[in-house]
């Protein structure tokens, strides 16, 4: 049983640049969350899918973050126009149908905005 | 008002001995599920425990045990006999609602770093 895998592990990018992250959850899980941590503190909430549907979105997401999972299974994550304050790790987190809540993390991507 | 509170940034413990790693949480929500995580360096999240609030039982797993006093809104993490492979961050989640009908997105404490002695 494979756990949460993210892609890539680490991101440096210029100002301005578009990012991607890709995220693939655990195969029977329905439920993927995105979170971003900065520096010393606690991951925070981004968006959270139900299968291919996106059904919560936090104000931390900006017109220039947006997500998809198309088929229900990974999701990407895209950035446009990076700033540097979107420096930070992105956490992606999938869990089982409702009664099986443990959200399960991947290793994260690392980006880095010059 | 903070949903999730770790009032320990360090803590500090000898290999062998317990410890306990402090969580307060503030809901109205009458159905609510806690979680605590290790984040060793490398980064990535590491489930470690889960109590639900309905939960008449504290929850344990191995060497993990949560102390529960719902009362208090506390949900303290005990570790027993500390390994030097321990140290690491530590954080206390919250999911609010029940798992049938919330989303079930996770609030997220600071951190208190532990650092196991030899």
């Known amino acids: 049983d494979t756990g949460v895998s993210q892609d890539p592990r680490h991101k440096i990018t210029k100002r301005g640049q578009n990012v991607t992250f890709r995220c693939d959850p655990i195969?029977?899980?329905?439920?993927l969350y995105w979170y971003r941590q900065t520096l010393g503190q606690g991951p925070e909430f981004l968006t959270y899918?139900?299968?291919?549907?996106?059904?919560?979105k936090s104000r931390l997401l900006s017109d220039r973050f947006s997500a998809e999972r198309p088929k229900g299974s990974f999701s990407t994550l895209e950035i446009q126009r990076t700033e540097q304050g979107d420096s930070a790790m992105y956490l992606c987190?999938?869990?089982?149908?409702?009664?099986?809540?443990?959200?399960?993390f991947g290793p994260g991507t690392r980006l880095l905005v010059l | 008002a903070q949903k999730i509170t770790q009032t320990q940034p360090g803590m500090f413990v000898q290999e062998k001995e317990a410890v306990t790693l402090d969580c307060t949480y503030d809901?109205?929500?009458?159905?609510?599920?806690l979680f605590w995580y290790k984040q060793p360096s490398s980064g990535e999240m590491i489930f470690l425990i889960y109590?639900?609030?309905?939960?008449?039982q504290n929850a344990t797993e191995g060497r993990y045990s949560l102390n529960f006093q719902k009362a208090r809104k506390s949900a303290n993490l005990v570790i027993s006999a500390s390994q030097l492979g321990d140290s690491a961050m530590y954080f206390c989640a919250m999911r609010e609602g029940g798992g049938g009908t919330s989303y079930g997105k996770l609030t997220f404490g600071q951190g208190t770093i532990l650092t196991v002695h030899p």
């Open positions: 109590q639900g609030s309905y939960d008449q």
């Open positions: 899918f139900q299968n291919e549907a996106q059904l919560e």
């Open positions: 809901t109205s929500d009458p159905s609510y599920g």
């Open positions: 987190a999938s869990s089982g149908a409702a009664g099986e809540e443990t959200q399960y």
């Open positions: 195969s029977e899980h329905n439920r």
